[in-house]
């Protein structure tokens, strides 16, 4: 599987020809969807979820289809008869050839004074990468590469760390890194390195890995 990291939480997975993506919101590059013949979004908030580059994107490729829940279904399905798919915890679906599950129901916590949106996980190929959407849901099944919200609004270090240990993949790859700082991602990189008990890497945005 060939595994592009795209801006913030946007990834690209590729395997025998086909082209998943996850999370093309609006601080991704504008063809992060470009020959993507499936896409999932995790939730509603515009860093992973941009509807004008989602419907353009579904307006290039007839063939493309999108999995995601009912918040952000209810958004652009009608423009888009029988291609938008709304799911929720416990589904399973198969989507440019990955096997995919739902894992999670809600947002993680930002203040308790703001409303907790919808959220879903995306685990994909029985646990051959994990994306949690902004939410540190933890699978019941082992897996392989998580795919990490290094740093939120709605997060800090020892909970990423403590994430990372509780999930026990067997790396880790950041996500959700648009609001970081590069001077700060060293401080990041060793304390995940160091406390979180496996294997912790990032790409810069366009950058490749074989997974």
């Given amino acids: 599987m060939k595994f592009t990291k ?16 996850i999370d093309p919101g609006g601080f991704s590059e504008p ?18 979820f941009d509807e004008g580059r989602l419907r353009a994107g579904m307006t290039a490729n007839p063939e493309a289809h999108i999995w995601t829940l009912a918040s952000v279904a209810g958004q652009i399905a009608a423009a888009f008869p029988g291609r938008v798919h709304t799911v ?21 916590v930002i203040h308790p004074d ?28 082992p897996v392989e590469t998580l795919m990490l919200p290094v740093h939120a609004p709605w997060s800090k270090i020892s909970e990423v760390i403590d994430y990372v240990r509780e999930v026990r993949p067997s790396r880790a790859y950041d996500i959700h890194d648009a609001y970081l700082s590069d001077p700060a991602r060293p401080v990041y990189d060793r304390q995940i390195e160091a406390l979180g008990r496996a294997e912790h890497l990032r790409l810069a945005s366009g950058r490749t890995a074989r997974l």
């Fill in 6 to 21: 795209k801006s913030h939480s946007c990834i690209r997975l590729e395997k025998d020809g086909r082209t998943l993506v």
């Fill in 31 to 48: 063809d992060a969807t470009d020959g993507a013949e499936a896409v999932l979004v995790t939730h509603e908030h515009p860093d992973h």
């Fill in 88 to 108: 929720g915890h416990g589904d399973t679906f198969t989507a440019a050839g990955f096997d995919i599950q739902v894992h999670g129901e809600l947002h993680a």
């Fill in 114 to 141: 703001i409303p907790r949106v919808t959220n879903v996980g995306y685990l994909v190929d029985g646990g051959a990468v994990f994306h949690p959407g902004d939410a540190l849901t933890v699978p019941d099944v």
